[in-house]
């Protein structure tokens, strides 16, 4: 069996970027703006400042993470082969964050502004992305289902 064409090939290796992507892509979104945010507010960051912000966004980041898998500790994430081309539109997501951060950067004095907007940002953007995957969870499953049956139906001829 000959392989597939180059383009075919290349457009799954394309898509598959995008899918692996798309999370991270949106989650340094989310971060980089939120401490371009803070810095607009407070100012260049000291060294102990940028690690409040990291140790929030870790706190963030566990915190849900933590509510995420709390019911079954042994579950474990699995990526999604599919490429979910909807997960690199992380608009809301993002813009949440920051004007979470921003809000926490504007109304907080002093440096417990730095953890929590770290806190804010991620755990907001965490719970946005949840619900995107959620409300576009049936139409990822369709998909792969139709995958799945084309795949199939190859096989089935090639028999």
Same mark, same amino acid.
């Given at each position: 069996?000959?392989?597939?064409?180059?383009?075919?090939?290349?457009?799954?290796?394309?898509?598959?970027?995008?899918?692996?992507?798309?999370?991270?892509?949106?989650?340094?979104?989310?971060?980089?703006?939120?401490?371009?945010?803070?810095?607009? %507010? =407070?100012? !260049?960051?000291?060294?102990?400042?940028?690690?409040? $912000?990291? &140790?929030?966004? /870790?706190?963030?980041?566990?915190?849900?993470?933590?509510?995420?898998?709390?019911?079954?500790?042994?579950?474990? %994430? =699995?990526? !999604?082969?599919?490429?979910?081309?909807?997960?690199? $539109?992380? &608009?809301?997501? /993002?813009?949440?964050?920051?004007?979470?951060?921003?809000?926490?950067?504007?109304?907080?004095?002093?440096?417990? %502004?730095?953890?929590?907007?770290?806190?804010?940002?991620?755990?907001?953007?965490?719970?946005?992305?949840?619900?995107?995957?959620?409300?576009?969870?049936?139409?990822?499953?369709?998909?792969?289902?139709?995958?799945?049956?084309?795949?199939?139906?190859?096989?089935?001829?090639?028999?």
């Amino acid at each position: 069996m000959a392989p597939p064409p180059l383009r075919d090939r290349y457009r799954h290796g394309l898509r598959k970027a995008v899918g692996t992507s798309a999370g991270p892509y949106g989650y340094t979104l989310t971060v980089w703006t939120t401490g371009a945010v803070l810095i607009h %507010a =407070r100012g !260049v960051p000291t060294t102990a400042e940028a690690l409040l $912000f990291m &140790f929030g966004a /870790v706190i963030g980041f566990s915190v849900v993470g933590a509510l995420a898998f709390r019911s079954n500790p042994s579950v474990r %994430a =699995r990526s !999604v082969s599919h490429p979910v081309l909807w997960g690199s $539109f992380h &608009f809301i997501p /993002v813009a949440a964050s920051v004007g979470a951060a921003s809000l926490v950067a504007h109304f907080l004095e002093g440096s417990a %502004a730095w953890p929590l907007a770290g806190f804010t940002a991620t755990a907001i953007y965490l719970t946005f992305v949840a619900a995107q995957i959620t409300f576009f969870e049936e139409q990822v499953f369709e998909d792969l289902e139709q995958e799945v049956e084309a795949v199939e139906h190859e096989v089935v001829e090639e028999l």
